[in-house]
């Protein structure tokens, strides 16, 4: 059974200083516990600087004595994520997760992998081997897919939910579709319609 008192905790020390951290967790969807979107900016000085990183999080019913099952929504070149799935190869959110870990050190703990790929140890050997053999080509493409896919102007954002609005779908679930889908307004509205 889920430590609800303790998820709410989690929630509140996620948020109380994102304006410091940049890091931030709600509910996805609904009013369940178990089931969450975390946001991490990417860290400075690497190809992901200036991004917004969010991560889909569900809280099993053994945690925290399990670890909570993370994977990037926001799309991201890096070898240690998977390109397709987003799958995240990190010991903490498998073997080597503690109850004394949180949330919130398991996405800080996502937000150092992405400043210190381990490519010997990768979920995605393609930019493994890219990032081992040719660092530039690697970085460059983390740049272009930071640019593509993990940055946003909110101004944008609120235009499209406009747009979704008017089309008879509630703000609520616009919002929640563009989120899951990283903006893509196009996915977003096959999402709304499905």
Request: overall charge negative.
């Amino acid at each position: 059974m889920v430590d609800i008192a303790r998820v709410q905790k989690e929630l509140q020390e996620c948020n109380k200083d994102k304006d410091s951290s940049g890091i931030s967790v709600k509910l996805k969807g609904g009013n369940t516990l178990t089931h969450l979107v975390g946001s991490i900016p990417g860290p400075l000085a690497t190809p992901y600087e200036g991004g917004t990183f969010l991560i889909d999080i569900v809280i099993p019913d053994g945690y925290p004595f399990e670890p909570p099952k993370m994977q990037f929504v926001t799309r991201v070149w890096h070898p240690n994520i998977s390109s397709q799935s987003g799958a995240i190869c990190l010991d903490i959110l498998k073997k080597e997760w503690s109850p004394a870990l949180t949330i919130k050190t398991a996405l800080l703990s996502i937000q150092a992998l992405l400043s210190s790929p381990e490519p010997d140890d990768p979920q995605d050997a393609v930019v493994a081997q890219q990032y081992l053999k040719d660092y530039q080509t690697f970085a460059s493409t983390a740049r272009y897919w930071t640019e593509a896919y993990a940055k946003s102007s909110s101004v944008g954002i609120e235009e499209k939910v406009k747009r979704l609005v008017e089309m008879g779908f509630p703000e609520v679930m616009v919002r929640d579709a563009l989120e899951a889908v990283s903006g893509d307004e196009n996915a977003a509205l096959e999402k709304l319609c499905s």
